[in-house]
């Protein structure tokens, strides 16, 4: 069963970090470009960022030098390590495979404030 999950959402102040996890099943992580996208309140759904299968990594210019995006072939898992965070950045974070079928996880929820 091809499943994408997301975790390490949670309540955080404004300077803080997060790592948030994308563990993918049913098919290798690594054969696909993977991306990371939030929806804030109220707002509609935007890009944060994208690897390719070589490592290439792409930033939208609101998260880049703030936000990491890897992953760990072994786990079939991908990351977005989150640092400075802003009240901006809460939002829904999902995972997305774009290619065959256009799949996403069920999002975990981010919230930046003190």
């Known amino acids: 069963q091809v499943q994408l999950v997301e975790s390490g959402g949670g309540l955080v102040q404004p300077g803080g970090s997060l790592r948030l996890s994308c563990e993918v099943s049913?098919?290798?992580?690594?054969?696909?470009?993977m991306v990371w996208s939030r929806q804030a309140p109220g707002k509609e759904r935007e890009w944060v960022a994208t690897i390719t299968p070589t490592g290439t990594t792409y930033y939208a210019d609101s998260v880049r030098g703030r936000f990491t995006i890897s992953r760990d072939n072994t786990k079939n898992t991908m990351y977005l390590q989150i640092n400075s965070l802003k009240p901006e950045d809460t939002a829904v974070y999902y995972c997305n495979r774009p290619a065959r079928g256009n799949l996403w996880g069920q999002g975990t929820q981010v919230t930046v404030s003190s």
């Open positions: 049913g098919f290798a992580l690594a054969t696909y470009n």
